[in-house]
């Protein structure tokens, strides 16, 4: 059996055929993306040369995704990272990024949990489990394979797209967090 704490070594052919060296056969970008869904690391290198390629690979799976209408990204967001790469504080964004996805996987986790302890009986529902699990392979897909829980907006019985005060509050000390987190990216640049 494989070490799934390992990453998945990929390599690429002079052919560009992608070649799974766990399972000994070749894999597309959806396969690759289905491992990452999984919560599995990935690393792409090229046979010839040795290059890590994984940035590339995994930037051309979001590229599909996003091309076939399946967005993720909002336009203002892309943007944002596109005006990033020309400007002397682009150098931040990174850091910022990984902290906002950081936040996001662990107040989404505090979310479920409470879910679960306020509501036992919601947690005790047929397809629960089903339902949890759609979510985490959602916020790994969305937050590039950080494992969380995702409820939604609504998902403590109000309506669909109404924030319950449980969320406000989340969702302010979110936006808090991201303040302080701002400010200490101010200092560094």
Do not use: C
Request: no cysteine.
């Amino acid at each position: 059996m494989a070490d799934t704490h390992a990453p998945l070594l990929i390599k690429r052919y002079a052919s560009r055929r992608l070649y799974n060296t766990e399972t000994s056969d070749y894999v597309t970008l959806e396969d690759i993306a289905g491992f990452i869904r999984e919560g599995r690391e990935v690393q792409i290198v090229d046979l010839k040369s040795g290059d890590d390629l994984t940035r590339q690979y995994l930037l051309q799976i979001i590229a599909e995704h996003e091309s076939r209408g399946e967005n993720v990204l909002p336009l203002n967001v892309l943007t944002d990272l596109v005006r990033s790469y020309t400007s002397a504080t682009g150098s931040v964004v990174p850091q910022f990024l990984a902290a906002s996805f950081e936040m996001l996987r662990d107040g989404q986790s505090k979310m479920m949990e409470n879910m679960k302890t306020v509501n036992p009986i919601m947690a005790g529902m047929p397809g629960f489990d089903t339902m949890q699990a759609q979510q985490e392979a959602f916020i790994k897909a969305m937050t590039g394979g950080f494992s969380g829980n995702w409820s939604g907006p609504g998902a403590e019985g109000g309506a669909p797209g109404t924030p319950s005060s449980s969320e406000k509050d989340d969702l302010d000390t979110i936006k808090k967090q991201l303040a302080e987190l701002q400010q200490k990216l101010n200092k560094l640049s």
